[in-house]
């Protein structure tokens, strides 16, 4: 029986668990990517380094420190910029909570990584460890996409950078916490069925 139950719960959490995470560039095409809160993860500034793009349109990302509500500007023209620039994305305090926005300078839209802050409102950003290379230094590496829901081919690869000094924790999508839900109530009915039987 306790075999039947570690069973049970691993079989949940390797579900739970983002299919495919820490690949660069994104694998789980087509799929929207899982939510992240960023992190400043120690006193200084932020430094973001320009790793690649295939998008047509002009786009330009820029940092919000929701913590202290500065924006750093628009960086990085991605049609004119050479991969491996670096730019300063300013101050940050250990801790702080970060936003990443993309602006689809074609089009006009904006895109964020808070699904809240994307015109279409979904998340608009996947993140993984970069183990650095190519003359940038280790870090998080985020890819986003430039193109609303409907129109994009969620591959998150539209523009890709990789921040230094920023941690991220993902959050949960509602569906993986449903199932998560779910489970624990199967396993529970399976438990007292089992026990009063």
């Known amino acids: 029986?306790?075999?039947?139950?570690?069973?049970?719960?691993?079989m949940m959490t390797a579900y739970t668990l983002p299919m495919f995470a820490g690949c660069i560039p994104?694998?789980?095409?087509?799929?929207?990517?899982?939510?992240?809160?960023?992190?400043a993860t120690a006193t200084g500034n932020v430094t973001g380094y320009f790793y690649g793009f295939s998008a047509g349109d002009t786009d330009y990302?820029?940092?919000?420190?929701?913590?202290?509500?500065?924006?750093?500007?628009?960086?990085?023209?991605?049609?004119?910029?050479?991969?491996?620039?670096?730019?300063?994305?300013?101050?940050?305090?250990?801790?702080?909570?970060?936003?990443?926005?993309?602006?689809?300078?074609?089009?006009?839209?904006?895109?964020?990584?808070?699904?809240s802050l994307s015109d279409d409102g979904i998340n608009h950003a996947y993140a993984t460890a970069f183990p650095g290379g190519g003359g940038i230094p280790a870090g998080i590496f985020l890819g986003m996409e430039d193109l609303p829901l409907g129109q994009s081919d969620l591959d998150y690869n539209?523009?890709?950078?990789v921040f230094v000094n920023v941690g991220t924790s993902t959050t949960p999508e509602p569906r993986t916490l449903l199932t998560l839900g779910s489970g624990l109530l199967g396993l529970a009915g399976f438990m007292r069925k089992r026990l009063f039987s």
């Open 1 to 10: 029986m306790k075999r039947t139950i570690l069973t049970l719960l691993l």
């Open 26 to 39: 994104y694998c789980n095409i087509g799929s929207i990517a899982p939510s992240n809160v960023f992190t």
């Open 61 to 115: 990302v820029g940092m919000l420190n929701v913590t202290t509500s500065v924006f750093s500007g628009w960086l990085f023209n991605n049609q004119t910029t050479v991969p491996g620039t670096s730019a300063d994305f300013g101050p940050v305090t250990a801790g702080d909570v970060l936003v990443f926005e993309l602006l689809d300078a074609s089009s006009g839209l904006h895109f964020a990584s808070d699904p």
């Open 158 to 161: 539209d523009d890709q950078f």
